[in-house]
């Protein structure tokens, strides 16, 4: 199991990011949810197989068509057990 929050900025808001990613979760079984931040880049957090979860930060750093990824950071946390996915 592995857990990481990741903020994406660049155009990343009003691209449809966040229902991408969700659905990318979905497909692949992640659990976590993601939100808009007020300073314009968008955070998550994904739990789930390690690979899956790898998969999930590789498709933030492509985005949605629409999307300009300028950057993406990553930070492990402890897993916690969570179950499905939201957007916040």
Avoid: H, Y
């Amino acid at each position: 199991m592995k857990r990481v929050r990741v903020t994406v900025a660049g155009r990343v808001q009003g691209v449809f990011f966040r229902d991408s990613v969700r659905a990318e979760a979905a497909r692949s079984g992640v659990a976590g949810w993601v939100r808009n931040c007020a300073d314009g880049t968008v955070e998550a957090v994904f739990e789930g197989a390690p690979e899956a979860v790898d998969a999930l930060i590789e498709f933030c750093g492509r985005g949605p068509g629409q999307a300009q990824v300028e950057q993406v950071e990553v930070a492990a946390e402890e897993p916690e057990g969570m179950e499905g996915f939201e957007v916040r």
